[in-house]
């Protein structure tokens, strides 16, 4: 059981807009910034969007993030094949002396 | 550009201690401003996070409550690379496990080791 709740699928098809949800508490999301993260078959996460909604250098801008209280989204607009992936969001929890906590991910097919 | 390489056995027997270690390049272990991390991902228990060891003026180590018995991060400046212990190994430590750096976000991940817990 994952601290921060992601839906487990999402869809769509080429050139549509889904977001992906992650919800969290006061200690976690509430408190401290949000990494969403890509990965691959085989690969491991690369960061997609770091301190809520800012993208590293390269990541395209069809990728967006915002956070509102405990809970945070991620959009992918104009959707390519090449999108379909597992997401996961993370933040840094301050309890229990504070630790990094995960989504369950988000397994994304593109239609 | 940051980039971690991890190595270590891909294969552990039960009770024995996992040990896999992670180096860095293009930042160094000593800085005061990244932390180093040790992250596992297994179907059962998704991704989570296992510990990690930070200078700030001095070595700090935050573990995670579930391993904290077990687990210890530990810094080698001499190599520029830190490392993963696990004592007492199960199955359910069967997972695969990635370094990762963190400057308030975790930016950097080595490629990840696949390690099996296994007789």
């Known amino acids: 059981q994952s601290v921060l709740t992601q839906p487990p699928s999402a869809s769509g098809t080429p050139g549509q807009r889904v977001t992906i949800s992650c919800s969290g508490s006061?200690?976690?999301?509430?408190?401290?910034?949000v990494n969403w993260f890509q990965q691959l078959p085989g690969t491991a996460p690369k960061l997609l969007i770091y301190?809520?909604?800012q993208r590293p250098s390269g990541v395209p801008d069809r990728f967006s993030g915002s956070k509102s209280g405990t809970s945070a989204s991620l959009a992918i607009s104009g959707l390519q094949s090449e999108d379909e992936a597992d997401y996961y969001c993370?933040?840094?929890?301050?309890?229990?002396?504070?630790?990094?906590?995960f989504g369950g991910g988000t397994k994304l097919t593109v239609l | 550009q940051v980039q971690l390489q991890q190595s270590g056995p891909g294969l552990v027997k039960p009770s024995q201690t996992l040990s896999l270690t992670c180096a860095i390049s293009?930042?160094?272990?000593?800085?005061?401003?990244?932390?180093w991390n040790w992250i596992r991902q297994s179907p059962s228990r998704g991704l989570e996070w296992l510990g990690r060891?930070?200078?700030?003026?001095?070595?700090?180590?935050d573990y995670a409550v579930s391993v904290k018995s077990r687990v210890s991060v530990n810094p080698d400046t001499s190599k520029n690379q830190f490392s993963l212990q696990l004592n007492s190994v199960t199955p359910e430590d069967t997972a695969v496990y990635y370094c990762a750096r963190s400057r308030g976000d975790l930016d950097v991940w080595g490629q990840g080791t696949t390690v099996t817990v296994s007789s």
């Open positions: 293009g930042d160094t272990v000593s800085s005061n401003s990244a932390a």
């Open positions: 006061s200690s976690n999301i509430g408190s401290n910034t």
């Open positions: 301190s809520n909604n």
């Open positions: 060891t930070y200078y700030r003026s001095k070595w700090y180590n």
């Open positions: 993370a933040a840094w929890d301050d309890s229990l002396n504070g630790h990094w906590v």
